[in-house]
Every structure is written in C-alpha cells, then in structure tokens.
C-alpha cells in the first residue's frame, strides 16, 4: 500500500493547498481555509507514513541458508553438477 497511499497523499495536500489559497468564497459555517490547511497537514502526515511503510517493505528478506554447488567428475571423465542446500 506504499505507492497508492503516498499518492493519495498527495492528491489530498493539493486539494488542500488549492482550497487553502484559491478559493475565496467563504461558505456559511464553513472556512475553505480551515478544511484546506485540515487536507494539507493529513496529506503530509499521510505521505510520511506512507513513506516509512514502503521503505519498510522494500528492504528484501533476509536468509540464513547456506547452498553448496558441487561438481563431480568420475573415473570416465564425465562430469556432474548438483546443488546442495541447507
């Protein structure tokens, strides 16, 4: 959910910063400004999250097991490869 959340992180900050300092209507009991600085502060916090969650999940799993490549070559001269894991 790393790149979808960061992006509608950031579609929230813009709506925000559009209803923040575009809009000048002032609704009745409603402030453009207040709800756009609302958009643009859970938008950033939003994208840090976001953030942090993809950087989390992008760190590849570590493994402790140990594989062994060996090639064997017999009295005839032929040759054999297999791989050993622990």
Do not use: C, K
């Amino acid at each position: 959910m790393g790149l979808p959340g960061m992006a509608l992180s950031a579609i929230a900050t813009a709506t925000g910063a559009i209803m923040y300092w575009v809009v000048t209507d002032q609704g009745t009991g409603v402030r453009f400004s207040t709800v756009g600085l609302v958009f643009m502060i859970a938008g950033a916090i939003g994208f840090v999250v976001f953030e942090i969650i993809f950087a989390v999940a992008s760190v590849p799993e570590r493994t402790l097991r140990n594989s062994l490549e060996r090639q064997v070559v017999d009295t005839d001269g032929r040759t054999s490869s297999f791989n050993e894991g622990s």
